[in-house]
């Protein structure tokens, strides 16, 4: 679904990221750790056409991302869900609205997907909350609120950046079997994450691989992982 043959990124000074091999195969299940600072989110951003590699090929769905098209982009990331480190919503829209947010900028009928929208609300728990304003969200439910936008176009692949950051151990949890039901569905999972027991805790219940960034590089987890 998504690889990346020794990537690399720089914002402009040194490089953040170098020679990075990455194979997402459909149905995978990967957590991606290492230290604040180390390239987790813009490996992410990488895989959602956010930047684009200084070195090396990404292709996201068989095609190279230096030869897409505003189009080819605008599709593919229909195909992608992105639950962002903060949320990212827009304060003064209600939950419904910033769920339906996707739908509506990639121009499809909102009709067509209130009824997801609702059901995915009811299967995130968040369904008395459908009128609320982000600010009125708890960070829990929050981060449920992002990972049923995240989901609203129907994704094949799921990208979420620190999705347990904000919450305690008991919602992590929840969100952690949300994403383990996607990935039982057949969704692609990518999950960055500093949490260790989040990972001791998944994999007994899903094949996951565990990756890690270091010296900008990607390797594999620790030998206890
Ligand atoms: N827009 C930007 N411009 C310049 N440098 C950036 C930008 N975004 C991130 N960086 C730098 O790139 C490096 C990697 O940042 P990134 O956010 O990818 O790390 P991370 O592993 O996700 O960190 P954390 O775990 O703290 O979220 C950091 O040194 C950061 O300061």
């Known amino acids: ?6 990537a690399g ?11 990075v091999d990455l194979h997402l195969t459909k149905g995978s299940f990967h957590f991606l750790t290492g230290p604040s600072g180390s390239g987790k989110s813009t490996l992410m951003k990488l895989c959602y056409q956010a930047l684009f590699p200084s070195a090396g090929t990404i292709k996201v769905f068989g095609k190279d991302v230096r030869a897409m098209t505003h189009d080819d982009i605008a599709i593919i990331r229909r195909r992608i869900g992105v639950v962002h ?10 939950l419904a609205e910033n769920v339906l947010m996707p739908s509506q900028v990639s121009g499809r009928d909102l009709n ?16 008395k909350q ?16 992002a990972l049923a936008r995240a989901l609203i176009l129907s994704p094949d692949v799921i ?9 305690d151990w008991e919602m992590g949890q929840k969100l952690l079997s949300l ?10 999972i990518l999950i960055a994450t500093h949490d260790m027991n989040l990972i001791r805790v998944a994999k007994p219940q899903v ?18 992982l």
């Open 159 to 167: 990208l979420a950046d620190e999705p347990t950051g904000n919450v």
């Open 9 to 19: 990124f720089s914002y402009g000074g040194g490089a953040i990221l170098a020679d």
């Open 207 to 224: 094949a996951a691989r565990v990756l890690r960034i270091q010296d900008k590089r990607i390797v594999s987890g620790g030998a206890d």
């Open 130 to 145: 459908i009128n609320a304003l982000p600010p009125q969200l708890s960070g829990g439910e929050r981060q449920r609120a």
């Open 85 to 94: 480190q903060d949320c990212q919503f827009l304060d003064h829209l209600s």
């Open 179 to 188: 994403l383990i039901e996607l990935n039982k569905m057949g969704k692609t």
């Open 112 to 127: 067509d997907d209130l009824q997801n929208m609702n059901q995915l609300l009811n299967w995130v728990g968040l369904t």
């Open 1 to 6: 679904m998504i690889e990346l043959k020794r």
